[in-house]
């Protein structure tokens, strides 16, 4: 287990650029989900609600590795979505890099994802008949950066990540780990501050798992990495984990 002392987090913090705000900032946040049922006795739509996050109040800085756990059901897709810029809260503040959420259009919101955030989701999403250093690229077309300027990038990536003999590999030709890297250096493509990742290591062996875990760990040196999971020795290599249940914030230590 890694040991995080209050002091290591501190001097981590002290190292990364520092802001005078946190990075992710969430006030009082509840998201409600409603869903429809059609009512067949009354012939009319009956709705149900959801409380998939209730009054959840956090803050996370650079220089954090942030564990998210908590049964199935229990809100860690909804903090990641909102957190991620995907979604946004019922109730309650959002910020992102001191900007505030709730008043964002998509667009804005999808502008703030492309500046600020990269998303590692469990399943990868790589395109199949892409190599692994055109698949790193993607993100840095909607930035608009030349063909040249784009694979050097992602070459350098791809290298960070441990993959530098890989690189006009495809998919297919990759283990499952390799795929996840090839993920994280397209999700570290657009220089994000903020990384977020849903059950990185849930369909890796132990060893590969392993191997991401200390990618994330050395990332977090300068940017905030926040991981869902339901493993909890992946939970133990984090800075600090929020726990949730019932949509509820039940510690954060
Ligand atoms: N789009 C949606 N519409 C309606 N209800 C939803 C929606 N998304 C999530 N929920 C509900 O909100 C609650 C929290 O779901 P969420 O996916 O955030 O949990 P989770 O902790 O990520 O679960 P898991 O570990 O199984 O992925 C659940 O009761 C879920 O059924």
New binding site residues.
């Given amino acids: 287990m890694k040991t995080n002392t209050p002091s290591r987090v501190a001097e981590k913090r002290s190292d990364s650029t520092a802001s005078p705000q946190p990075l992710v900032s969430c006030q009082n946040v509840t998201r409600q989900?409603?869903?429809g049922k059609k009512s067949v006795l009354r012939q009319r739509k009956a709705t149900q609600t959801?409380t998939?996050?209730d009054d959840v109040s956090l803050a996370i800085d650079r220089g954090e590795f942030v564990g998210i756990a908590?049964?199935?059901?229990?809100?860690?897709?909804?903090?990641?979505?909102l957190v991620a810029g995907l979604d946004t809260p019922t109730r309650g503040l959002l910020s992102i890099d001191g900007t505030d959420v709730t008043t964002l259009s998509a667009k804005q919101r999808t502008r703030l994802r492309l500046e600020t955030i990269g998303i590692i989701f469990q399943h990868f999403y790589l395109l199949s008949a892409l190599s692994a250093r055109a698949n790193v690229a993607i993100p840095l077309v909607e930035r608009g950066w030349s063909k040249r300027k784009r694979r050097e990038r992602a070459t350098t990536l791809l290298t960070t990540v441990g993959l530098d003999d890989r690189i006009t590999h495809k998919p297919s030709e990759l283990s499952g780990g390799e795929q996840q890297r090839v993920a994280i250096a397209r999700a570290l493509a657009t220089e994000p501050d903020l990384l977020i990742a849903d059950?990185p290591t849930g369909e890796l062996d132990t060893a590969t798992g392993g191997s991401i875990l200390d990618l994330f760990e050395e990332l977090s040196t300068d940017h905030a990495v926040i991981m869902?999971s339901?493993d909890e020795r992946a939970l133990a290599r984090t800075d600090r984990v929020i726990r949730?249940q019932d949509?509820k914030l039940i510690a954060d230590a």
């Fill in positions: 989900y409603t869903r959801v998939a996050l908590g049964p199935s059901g229990s809100g860690k897709s909804t903090l990641l979505h059950e869902a339901h949730l949509g």
